[in-house]
């Protein structure tokens, strides 16, 4: 019986496609070879090799001339040998195999819940015929009694079973569970619930909430066979583990047999919100036959053998060392990371909940209540692109303790030394191949770097196929890949924005920018890699601007249409936060220094560096930024069909009076802005984003580092126009400094190993301070440890905040 409700996660364990280095992890105490015995399950015997037993079915080699090779029996013997570098079990080819194969769970243990119990929707049960009378109307009814029945639709000699609800499992909008006991007392969220059809539980704050139903638990309470039909039918007991009472419902008996063998393996999907909701024994309790209930079921893709991870979530404390050391509890809030504490096999399905069995070789720690979100381990994570952004991500992701590997596509030689971080071979454009690896590696999560994919449709592409990705479908990247849309979207829905002109033709173009004068933006439509956008100072260059993109066409179809808009004085910043379609999650502030020189001078680049936080975002201007811009574009693009899910980043410049007006939207985070920001970041990055993809940033909050932080980019001679690349970059394995970390961008390895230049902004040299001074100075002392042919940055990054 089901008696105590917690509300830790559960997390699906994620295994690698093959036995790729460091997937497979053997026990520490494994044994070399082992004798089936009788009694055993797969279950502990898999979890006697394995650290992870759901990657079973990695190393079981059985050999294919013995009958059912994929079971085991008592007297098999297991030997362990190494194939392909990777651990593998192999049975003794001359056993005799006798009797019963081995099941995967202890079906004695476990006969209640394989037997007596279903777990059903409410509504059913309450549709279901029901026990309206006894024999000689009496209280109670036993074997050999009659019984009469309404709602009865069935033929003489047909046998039933009759049931008695039990649990009623609910769900609740923040993702906690609650499960409430029939005729009994059971604590959910450490509050008694004394009736299941009620839908209010106290969850601890005080107040009732009406929850979601999940599923009503029945156990069954004996069988009849139906002896006359009518209004009511008669029916006979013919065997009960309880007296029957007015009120049971009956169903039909479930006569299919239990199939035990199965192994354990991971999820074919990643649940939306998966979390352990009730278990049996006492709250502490601890033991290897141990049941749970789980929130998801064969609806979300669980099926039998189905292994999740549980985690204890992280505590909230105050830190005293930054408060007030004289005065506890007064300090900053801090939320600890969640710890895995142990991993459950599923054994048993319904629509929307399963039991699961707690593993054999659980540490000993109890399951602790607690709230938080899903939670993997084991999971494997593809990062699309191959600059510094990308790069920082990858790293960023990697600290995740539910991470085993990220993969990046291409990549870059920084993600190709990053310890657990691999690169693939596959294009940013190529999105069959990114669809294709993503597959082939079996990847739980794709968070999208650049902008190209996005706007191509490479989030269309995997959703399609039901992989879960980060990023805006091609319909909401719109704002990025086409500056037209974007200030039209802007304009209909009064966000404040520079006014504008729109042109296809060269010499309207022209006749407009002599009428209005300069200083003046020119900017190409479409994408440019950052680079088609020119603030014209005079009118010769704005004239100059246009003949290349009209007229020479300078950025192919990306210019076949310019955007030309007023020049707006004030101070850039960029705000980025993460969208679920409705909520936003702010990032930090940031700001970026997109002129090649110092003192904001020479052409337009990607950008040369950038700080976070950026002081001109004021909590004032923040607010402002938020219900100005950032809400009312959210509102917009899902009142236009297009709710947008991924980094929004949106360029700004802020007046003198804190007015903030949009610059340029982009659909994925900035670049360099992502690496100073990543340094910042403290919470998880995969919860982030999975909290985002779930829709739940209403209840998330991040995490930031106090210190700011400055990244400052080498770029290769010729930037941002032609570079030469295959230049030996020296200085690289030399320690950068504490709380500083070197990103790359444009760079390769060769044959020997050795790091080469390949591409225009080659490395972000990042660094944390206790103020942005103090990060600069540690940034720029980085900076002069790396060399390289040709290698120049900017030497002023962060001046406007130092001038304040």
Known sequence: MLKKAITVLAGTMVAAAVCAAGAVQLRSSHPDAYTVRRGDTLWGISAKFLVK?????????????????????????????????????????????????????????????????????????????????????????????????????SQPGQRWAIVRPEHMFRGFDDGSGGTAIYGDELYANAAMVRSPWEEDFDNGSGHLRRGRDMGLEVKVIGTAEMLRAGDPSTLLVLDSISEIRKGDRLMPVDDKPYDPYFYPHAPQNLPKDGRVIAFTGAMDAVGPHQVVALSVGSKEGVDNGTTFAVWQPGDTIHDDVAGDSWRRGVGPRVTLPPEYIGHVMVFRTFDHISYALRNAGYNGRPFPPGIAPLGVIGMKVLVIGNGGREHALAWKLKQSPRVDEVIVAPGNAGTARERGVRNADVAVTDLDGLLKLAKGEKVDLTVVGPEVPLVAGVVDKFRNAGLRIFGPRAIAAQLEGSKAFAKDFLLRHNIPTARYAVFTELNPALAYVRQHGAPIVIKADGLAAGKGVVVALTLADAELALHDMLGAHAFGDASARVVIEEFLDGEEASYIVMSDGQHALPMASSQDHKRRDEGDLGPNTGGMGAYSPAPVVTPEVEKRILKEVIEPTLRGMAAEGAPFIGFLYAGLMIDKSGAPKVIEFNVRFGDPETQPIMLRLKSDLVELVEAALDGRLAQTRAQWDARPSLGVVLAAAGYPGGVRSGDVIDGLDANPGADAK???????????????????????????????????????????????????????????????
């Open 53 to 153: 037993p759901w990657l079973w079915p990695e190393i079981w080699q059985a050999n294919p001339q013995v009958r059912n090779p994929h079971l085991i029996y008592p007297g098999d013997v297991l030997n362990l040998s190494f194939i392909g570098g990777g651990p593998a079990l192999k049975l003794e080819p001359s056993v005799h195999r006798e009797g019963e194969a081995v099941p995967a769970i202890p079906l004695d243990a476990l006969k209640t819940f394989l037997k007596d119990l279903r777990v059903m929707d409410s509504s059913a049960v309450s549709k279901a015929p029901y026990v309206v009378g006894l024999e000689e109307d009496q209280l109670d009814g036993t074997s050999g009694q009659n019984i009469y029945v309404r709602g009865l639709d």
């Open 742 to 804: 070197v990103f790359h961008a444009g760079t390769k390895l060769d044959a020997e190993g050795r790091v080469l230049t390949a591409g225009g902004r080659v490395l972000t040299v990042c660094a944390l301070g206790k103020d942005i001074a103090a990060a600069r100075e540690h940034a720029y002392d980085a900076v002069a440890k790396i060399r390289f042919d040709g290698a120049f940055c900017r030497r002023d990054i962060a001046h406007r905040a130092l001038r304040r």
